[in-house]
C-alpha cells in the first residue's frame, strides 16, 4: 500500500496520491484522516500542561516530576536527558511560551528561579548568580518571598539583581 500510494506502483516515479488531501475530510474528497504531526503536538502539549499545573491526580505528572523535574521546573530542564517522548515535550517549550501565563496564588507550586512566572523569564537564566547573590536557595518556590502582604524579597543591594524587584508582577 505505501509503494502504491507514495511510489506510485512498481515503474513510475510519481506518487498517485498527495498526503495532504488523503489527510482532507470525506466531505472535501479526501479520506478524512488525521495527519499525525499535529494530533502528537496537541497530545504532548496536554501533557506539558498537565506538568505546569502539578496535576496530583496524574501518576504520569508524579513520575516525571521525581525523575527528571526534582529540583527544577519544565522550562529549566534539560533536553538532553530521558526517553524520547520526554525529549519531545520539552522542544514544545518555545511553541507554547507565548500560550503560558501563571497565576501565582500562595506560590507553594511555581519555582522562583527556574519558572517563567516573571516578566524576565525564568530569573536563573537571567540572574544565574541570584540566589548566591539573594541568598535565596535554588530549589525555592515563590512562597519563600511572598508575605499576607504581598511581595517580600530579601533586601537586593546587587545593581544587577534590582531588576528582579523593580519588573515584579502585581
Given at each position: 500500500m505505501?509503494?502504491?500510494?507514495?511510489?506510485g506502483g512498481h515503474n513510475s516515479g510519481a506518487a498517485k496520491v498527495a498526503?495532504?488531501?488523503v489527510c482532507?475530510?470525506?466531505?472535501?474528497?479526501?479520506?478524512?484522516?488525521?495527519?499525525l504531526q499535529p494530533l502528537n503536538r496537541a497530545l504532548m502539549s496536554k501533557h506539558f500542561w498537565d506538568i505546569i499545573q502539578c496535576n496530583e491526580s496524574s501518576i504520569w505528572?508524579?513520575?516525571?516530576?521525581?525523575?527528571?523535574l526534582h529540583h527544577c521546573s519544565i522550562w529549566t530542564a534539560r533536553v538532553r536527558s530521558g526517553s524520547w517522548s520526554w525529549r519531545k515535550i520539552l522542544k514544545l517549550r518555545s511553541q507554547l511560551l507565548g500560550n503560558i501565563t501563571y497565576h501565582i496564588g500562595v506560590g507553594d507550586r511555581v519555582w522562583l528561579w527556574h519558572d517563567r512566572w516573571h516578566p524576565l523569564g525564568p530569573l536563573i537564566h537571567r540572574f544565574p548568580n541570584g540566589p548566591r547573590v539573594t541568598g535565596i536557595p535554588l530549589e525555592s518556590k515563590i512562597s519563600l518571598v511572598i508575605n499576607e502582604y504581598g511581595w517580600s524579597w530579601p533586601l537586593i543591594t546587587d545593581i544587577e539583581h534590582m531588576e528582579i524587584?523593580?519588573?515584579l508582577p502585581s
Open positions: 505505501r509503494k502504491f500510494l507514495w511510489q498526503w495532504l488531501d482532507k475530510p470525506l466531505e472535501e474528497g479526501g479520506q478524512g484522516l488525521r495527519r505528572v508524579k513520575w516525571i516530576t521525581n525523575r527528571y524587584v523593580d519588573h
